[in-house]
């Protein structure tokens, strides 16, 4: 078993950190945030995310896991040191790299014995590089290291199964048997590992984000048509879904893509292109799609209603997605914004994500259960596919609501059971209502 060391404690950091542990490693969990190392110690974890818990609580009585502040403590043991700290955007859409470059100057003034540093962090490409530069001006020679790139693809609400199940492992390194060391500690999984070159595992975690994205964009503008031609984007998914070489995944259309991932990638991948002489124009559409799917939900709602002034609308379900806490990027923010920017007055209710969005959106008004949300209100919009929501008793909630109007942003609901309720339904690219037939017959005549 391995003596391993995790930079940073957010999402990645702390999940691998834990995951490694329980796989029978000594694990040190390290961050500079001191207030988040003391609650760790107290047994708070500061994410919600499903299995994380047990998983933190089993490993530190075991005596396997622990946190620290403190590099000097650290590094020196550990046989590996992951770098799984932030890389926000920068004012440019770049990968802002100081908490790497600050974390890589710590680590070579710890560094002692045969050590591999294995970047998890989505990083711009060359950033293993860098690491490696940085270490050698600290310490010259004196440090025997490899640098190993081996990013991480969980995703939010299923972090612990997809670390402990990925898909494939990544590993890049300029020294294949510093690979190698880093695929034995996940020897006891059955997943495929590519070894390949530093840039190249770099380059994997971006192109894998942005084409997720790009999936997603793509399908919202396919639903977009559908909602003019009178198709159902729902059924288009599936009948493009079952087609092996398309896939099912991430065709689900809805109000567009958000997290702390997608955008952060997709604009740090269209930077380091257009910096590097290459014309990302396909990014830029990617990221031009999504602003318009936030953006149609406000006219969706103006063009029902008659305006936005002065009516109530009950945005139910805050996080970016459902079974997290997580509001960064999330849809919902930017539209509780937008809508109330025009004057609506908003009502939110999410199970878990209020509070962090009560962070964002200063004075925003929030319910405790989805029937409170609904009271009064002219419109309900549906921003996250919550289980739960499948739950709302709607002859219940439509007594309430002044108006009976439901803009289900993720096509959760079926139209005819909402119908039957008295309620008037949208949905996203079901095109219930095409353009004239004649409309398209001029035009082809006039092709
Ligand atoms: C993503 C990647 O999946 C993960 O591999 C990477 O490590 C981090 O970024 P995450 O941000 O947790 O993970 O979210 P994900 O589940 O991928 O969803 C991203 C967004 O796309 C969400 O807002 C979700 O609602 C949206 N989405 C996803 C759709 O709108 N339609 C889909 O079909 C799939």
Known sequence: MSQICIVGTGYVGLVAGSCFADLG????????????????????????????EDLVRRNRHAGRLVFTSS???????????????????????????????????????????????VDKSTVP??????????????????????????????????AVADFLQPDRIVLGSENPSAARDVASLYRSFTSPIIITDLRTAEMIKYASNAFLATRVSFINEIASMCERLGADVTEVSRGMGLDKRIGEGYLSAGVGWGGSCFRKDVLALEHMAAVNGCHPQLLRAVMEINRDMRRSVIRKLREQLGGLRGFRVAVLGVSFKPNTDDVRDAPAIEIIRLLLGEGADVV???????????????????????????????????????????????ERAGAAMRRKFILDGRNLYNHEELESCGFEYIGVGQGRNPSPISEFAAVNAAS
Request: glycine share 8%; net charge negative.
């Open 348 to 394: 939110a209710y999410d199970p878990v994500a209020l509070p962090n969005a009560a962070n964002e959106v200063k004075g925003l008004k929030t319910a405790t259960d989805p029937y409170g949300a609904v009271e009064g209100a002219d419109a309900v919009f549906i921003a996250t596919e919550w289980n739960e929501f499948n739950e709302i008793d709607w």
């Open 125 to 158: 490409v060359g950033t293993g590089d860098l690491v490696s530069s940085i270490i050698r001006q600290h310490r010259g020679d004196d440090v025997d290291f490899h640098i190993v790139s081996n990013p991480e693809f969980l995703s939010e609400g299923s």
């Open 25 to 52: 490693n000594d694990v040190v969990c390290l961050d500079i945030d001191k207030s988040k190392i003391d609650g760790l110690n107290a047994g708070e974890i500061p994410i919600f995310e499903p299995g994380l």
């Open 71 to 117: 590099y000097q403590r650290a590094i020196p043991p550990a046989d590996f040191v992951f770098i799984a700290v932030d890389t926000a955007s920068g004012p440019g859409g770049e990968a802002s790299l100081s908490s790497v470059e600050a974390a890589a100057k710590r680590i070579a003034a710890n560094l002692d014995g045969r050590t591999i540093i």
